[in-house]
């Protein structure tokens, strides 16, 4: 498909959706988190094909760790043609649907890191992105300040979504990251350790469209400072982050880089 088809498409499938930025629809005020998950329990078999409507999905991937990854990665190797654009799962569903979309047009995957009170709202976008294709991970319950918080206040934020996940895929997701911040702080980190992430996944180039520069901006920013094994940091909930998806990956293809999950990066 060419850039100027890809652009076509993703315009009609993303429709009024893109009107506006929803930057902080991941926030809430509900009540204490639940606690720590335990780990996933196994799944039954999949019945006989007569009873195919009543099987269960799989379990989701989950969390493993990387040897030689520092607990938390930044960035993936730099001598392969590989980089991670990586997703806050959070903002209108549509506009969520609609990058979903585009990128798998485009054979990239990517890596969605989604806060659980947003999966709350919209459940059906964990199997949605596991089906694509793509990680899914954690990025807090309610997406706060999660370095200003307190041991057992931080522990719920991670706990509270993992449980989500657990939930609704068999599995607390492939990685965790910390919300409001780039770098978790070493309690953040042994917190996540502790509810079953071995790393916690930061990223090395911000987009900036949670700014919302203009869709030319977003690429601009993004084009003059990927480099081999990059992790990009992007958002669902922001229509200049639709717009500037094809141009962006456009961009990828020209240099050889490959778009692929962050678990297939470290890989």
Known sequence: ???????????????????????????????????????????????????????????????????????QITHGPRDRDRVALTFHGAGDP????????????????????????????????ARRILDGGHDLGNHTRRHLAINEMSEADAYAEITGCAERLRRLTGSIGTWFRPSRTQYATPLVIRLARRAGYPHVLSYDLDSLDSTSPGATAVTRTVAGRIQRGSVVSLHFGYADTVAALPALLDDLHRRGLRAVTTTELLS
């Open 94 to 125: 549509a506009t969520a649907d609609a990058l979903l979309t585009e990128a798998e047009r485009a054979g990239a995957r990517v890596t969605v890191l989604a806060v659980g009170d947003w999966l709350d709202e919209h459940p059906r976008f």
């Open 1 to 71: 498909m060419t850039p100027i088809d890809r652009r076509r498409a993703l315009h009609a499938g993303a429709g009024v959706a893109v009107a506006g930025a929803l930057a902080t629809s991941c926030a809430d005020d509900g009540g204490p988190a639940p606690a720590a998950p335990a780990a996933p329990a196994a799944l039954s078999p999949a019945p006989s094909p007569g009873r195919a409507r009543d099987a269960r999905p799989a379990a989701a991937p989950a969390a493993r760790r990387f040897p030689g990854r520092p607990a």
